[in-house]
């Protein structure tokens, strides 16, 4: 049984989250022990962990839980990770993480195993579906399909929803089961770089807008996300109309708490 941050560490650290006020006055700290994990596809791993604190745990789909993953000196290291799903009766969570490289996120999601224990935080999260839309479409890479899943498995079953995602290549798809009307497109990369944005913002260029007030959901690459969100204000979309977030930037590691660095 290991921890991913010693005890001894934690209480050592200077943690501008040690107190859950202000935006995080409505989450709850989560001591989370790992109860098992599998390669679910060769770029995505899923990794159940249970909690006491899980009893009476609620979220929105679309929304994440924060886990202290390392620390640098006395800095928490954090990374956030979309609540793919929850089972109340046997308080188990799944989280679905990219496989991409060698952060500290990635090494403990590859190091992990069952009994390992993990400090976590949630629900954190402002995205999810907008009830009052006449129809959704979901754009982004393969960070962002956890939460594009939840949140479309969310949806009724009168709802009308249009997945775009890209992903390295045709053994990365996953299937999406959901009570809602979809339709889901793949764009493989094929050895192009992750963070290109041409294959997503040409897409956005040529999906179909249907008539009425929808919704879109542009999750992934910082880049990416801007150049999509620009296209389709170009088309016609407002701001009320999109919810851009970045899960990360190419070439730039996450900040402590777990979103993309700012550029200087």
Do not use: C
């Amino acid at each position: 049984m290991t921890d991913a941050v010693p005890q001894a560490v934690v209480a050592a650290l200077d943690d501008p989250f040690a107190q859950l006020t202000g935006p995080l006055a409505d989450t709850r700290k989560l001591h989370f022990e790992v109860v098992s994990t599998a390669l679910l596809t060769p770029h995505m791993q899923r990794l159940q962990l249970t909690a006491a604190e899980l009893e009476g745990f609620s979220y929105r789909p679309g929304q994440d839980v924060m886990v202290l993953v390392a620390a640098d000196d006395r800095k928490p290291v954090r990374r956030r990770y979309t609540i793919r799903q929850l089972d109340p009766a046997a308080r188990v969570l799944t989280i679905d993480v990219v496989l991409h490289g060698d952060g500290p996120g990635e090494r403990w999601v590859r190091s992990a195993q069952p009994g390992d224990r993990i400090e976590g935080i949630g629900p954190r999260g402002k995205v999810f579906p907008d009830p009052a839309a006449d129809w959704h479409l979901f754009m982004g890479d393969e960070s962002a399909l956890p939460a594009m899943q939840a949140m479309t498995e969310a949806l009724p079953g009168d709802a009308d929803a249009t997945l775009v995602l890209e992903v390295p290549d045709e053994a990365d798809e996953q299937d999406v089961l959901a009570a809602a009307r979809t339709r889901v497109s793949w764009l493989h990369r094929l050895g192009r770089s992750a963070g290109d944005a041409s294959a997503l913002a040409a897409e956005a260029a040529e999906v179909e807008l249907p008539p009425g007030d929808g919704h879109a959901y542009l999750l992934g690459e910082a880049r990416v996300v801007l150049a999509m969100r620009e296209v389709l204000a170009r088309r016609g979309l407002t701001e009320e109309q999109m919810s851009p977030k970045a899960y990360w930037g190419l070439g730039r590691a996450n900040a402590g708490h777990g979103e993309p660095a700012r550029d200087n």
